[in-house]
């Protein structure tokens, strides 16, 4: 009861978790137009906007306040007012003939000892708060990654169209020639064939990355809170996530127990159902209110107390075990959100392992696509050259290497910063895809 919410420490995670800040729209407004071209600072900025999931997420919060005004009203002043307007039909022998019976009170009560009831009932609701307040958190930071993730498949589509736009013509043109050779007799049917067949597959491959062009844009664009409108230009972030320390994956292991967002969800959960417990068990003991009664009769015969003030004592004596099933059914959530917890650590030091060796992973395909994409450019303007210079009747399938060398490169880029910022969320850190310099490599 007297502890301090310790959630007001941790409030700069609201003002980190995105790079600006944005307010709810109001009900009813209309949706605004995103700007052409996009970038991800802007995509970023629209992270807390009123997306369904967002949306969900304060609900429940907004819920869970709600109930911990309810909690802390049940315990405090109640006052009632009452009026009654009656007409009676008064009896041979009664004293009083009047047949005008009204009635004008008010009545007031007060908890004032309960045994811990209430300030268990209290102390539940206000973990059950700062549990959703972090959930809102996680929210934000899940949906912050699911932005980055949306907009780097809509980059990646539009460079797999571009290369699969390639290998598609590279196959038409050997097709064509070895249609030419076939009507010359040059080669048998079955080459035509194979080549044609090669040809319809290509084509086949582009179509699948033209429709994949536009299915990541609605993804990106429903993300966004912008349904229906598809983003035409993106503009390809630099990003320098390779330049990153990885520390060793105890250490992160540490941080994420400590500091992530769910965990200490979990944690304020099983403090909540604890609570309830001891809520339940004082449930048993008795309790004293205050209550008091001013009032006025329009019949002044009554004998009818017009000023009232006790204090009520009240005890249960039997209540055909419902209070002890009660306290069994408490103890069982709390066991429950106990196993929750533990289950969500193990599991959160597997994920961080797991993102710790993709990222080891995934650096060395860095350096991979880097190299491949230096050499198939070099490989292009040395195709280039040949068929400036006539040696070469085109560029054969050096353009097409080289457009597949570019997705594989953006590819890396885009996994690597995927898994950092995974990571960053997991340990509570601030999610954005730029390098800070305290994460800088170390020389």
């Known amino acids: 009861m007297g502890q301090s919410n310790p959630f007001g420490l941790t409030i700069w995670a609201l003002l980190l978790c995105a ?20 970038t991800l600072e802007y995509a970023l900025s629209l992270s807390q906007n009123d997306h369904p999931d967002n949306l969900l997420a304060k609900a429940q ?26 007409w009676v039909e008064p009896a041979a022998n009664s004293f009083s003939k009047k047949k005008v019976d009204n009635f004008i009170g008010l009545t007031a009560s007060k908890r004032l000892y309960d045994f811990g009831y209430s300030e268990a009932r209290l102390a539940s ?8 307040q972090w959930r809102v958190l996680d929210q934000q930071v899940n949906h912050r990654i699911a932005i980055m993730s949306a907009f780097f498949d809509v980059i990646l589509a539009d460079l797999a169209y571009g290369r699969d736009n390639e290998l598609m013509a ?23 064939l194979k080549s044609e067949n090669t040809y319809h597959i290509s084509r ?26 598809l983003p035409s230009n993106l503009v390809r972030p630099e990003l320098q996530m390779h330049k990153r320390h990885l520390p060793d994956v105890e250490e992160l292991q540490k941080s994420a127990l400590e ?5 200490k969800s979990l944690n304020k959960n099983v403090e909540s159902a604890r609570q309830q417990v001891l809520a339940a068990r004082a449930s048993k003991k008795p309790v004293f ?17 017009r000023l009232r003030a006790g204090i009520v004592f009240e005890m249960p004596l039997s209540t055909s075990g419902v209070i002890d099933a009660e306290i069994a059914r408490q103890r069982s959530l709390l066991i429950e959100a106990q196993a929750g917890l533990r289950k969500q650590k193990m599991q959160l030091q597997q994920r961080v392992l797991e993102l710790w060796q993709k990222i080891y992973i995934v650096k060395a395909q860095r350096d991979e696509a880097l190299i491949f994409m230096e050499y198939r450019d070099l490989a292009l303007d040395k195709n280039r050259a040949l068929y400036e210079l006539d040696v070469n009747s085109d560029l054969g399938d050096s353009l097409a290497l080289f457009s597949s060398a570019l997705y ?30 305290d994460d800088l490599l170390k020389k």
């Open 408 to 437: 594989k490169m953006a590819k890396a880029d885009f996994d690597l910063t995927l898994a950092w910022v995974q990571l960053d969320a997991l340990l509570g850190k601030p999610v954005d895809f730029q390098v800070q310099y």
């Open 125 to 132: 609701a206000k973990a059950t708060v700062d549990n959703f």
């Open 259 to 263: 500091n992530n967002y769910v965990i």
């Open 289 to 305: 209110d205050l209550q008091l009664l001013a009032s006025e009769y329009t019949n002044d015969s009554r004998p009818n107390d």
């Open 61 to 86: 919060l907004n819920a869970a306040v709600a109930e911990k005004g309810s909690v802390e009203g049940s315990s405090g002043l109640q006052t009632k007012f009452r009026g009654q307007l009656r």
């Open 204 to 229: 086949s491959v582009r179509y699948a990355s033209d429709v994949k062009r536009r299915a990541s844009r609605s993804d990106l664009s429903n993300i966004l809170g912008h349904p229906g409108q």
């Open 170 to 192: 590279v196959a038409y043109v050997q097709f064509d020639r070895v249609k030419d050779q076939n009507k010359l007799g040059q080669v048998a049917d079955v080459e035509l």
């Open 19 to 38: 790079s600006t800040s944005v307010a709810f729209a109001e009900e009813g407004a209309e949706l605004g137009v995103l700007p052409e071209p996009l």
